[in-house]
């Protein structure tokens, strides 16, 4: 076989026994397979990549008339009706039977389940073709993670039945998972929304099938009723300078600021008991809600293994108090938002078999970013920072290691 002279030949080439599949669903998945490729690779803004691809695909094969060029023209215009060029799009004289149901699906339901924390969303839709030709009744999932903000995966196969089935049993067997029927402009708005920043992310999610089944996934998507308001919610105001004492004021007097004795902290302790919970409040504002009631196993390790070295210079009291914060924090949120107690245990113990490794990074600071290194050095080396003449002459002194530390 000789080299594919272009994308577009090597593509023709890998659809070359479309014609022999069983149904457009199949078709369909080949098709989004055949396009994850092109998602994949795309450094910026893959959705107008892969249309791109398809408009240019279009018009390099226009004179085709065998027919897996026919038809794989057929299921990319289905796939990507807004690329140029689909609305000259015909079926080829040897068009498979389930060619006329490209694309001719209609919605069955729509649900979503998550973990009780917050932490990730899974939204699942049913389509059935309008002929049964056409394929099986299949599902769509999309997993929301709001902790980075993305739509961190997508998946559609089928039996649809099956699928609801299982996610239904997976929800009911665990008390820290819940499930309910969803909008369905909610379930595309929340999609659509996160999986355009995804669209835009230069390294995508390591596993799973977001490449191959994107743009399937954007066609169902597109089938559904927007939502009234499809500009997303508001953006989340951060918390004011008294709301942030005021929020720290009820903790320290509820029950859990006592078990881990944080309300009888005074004396020297006192400050940093209150820069730990400042930190964990900066911490909550850097997540697209902001809420700093939502706290988790998973929240607690990006704060205390990672966030905190990145972002803040713990001295020895500051390290030794904030595991006991954040542990007092963590229950007093999960009570605030009405958590089971399995949910607060939860997380309470990953909090406490996280400890060891944070103090490994408190004393390596490995993780520690050019700008927190060089300020912990400046401490180290006791120099006030208040003090411009002595900060000055410190910069002065270290100004080559500094240097290359920002290399």
Known sequence: MAT???PYDAVLHAARDVTKLESALDAEML???LLGSVYAIAETDRDTAVREFVTGF???TARRRIAAATTIRQVFASLVPDAAGTERVRPGSQAPAWSGQLGRVHLTGTW???DVYGDQTSYLAT????DASGGTEHALVALVDHNIGITKDIFVGGPAERILDQVRQMCADDELTWFRTENPARLRGEVARHLAVTDDLSELPGEGSLATDRALVGARLALLPTAADPTGPAAVEPL???ERTDLVRRFLAAPEAARFGLDAVDGAELASLHFCLSLVLDHSASFPDGDPMRWSPAVSGLFLLDWVHRRAVLDMDDAAMLPRVLRGWARYASRQRGLPEAAATRTDEAIEEMVPE???LYSTGERRSPATAAVAQLMADGVDPDD????DAWIEANRHRLADDGA
């Open 4 to 6: 594919p002279e272009t």
């Open 31 to 33: 098709g989004s397979a």
């Open 58 to 60: 279009l018009a390099a």
């Open 112 to 114: 979503a389940y998550g």
């Open 127 to 130: 389509f059935a073709y309008d």
């Open 240 to 242: 004011s300078a008294a």
């Open 358 to 360: 944070f103090a490994r």
């Open 388 to 391: 411009p003449a002595a900060l």
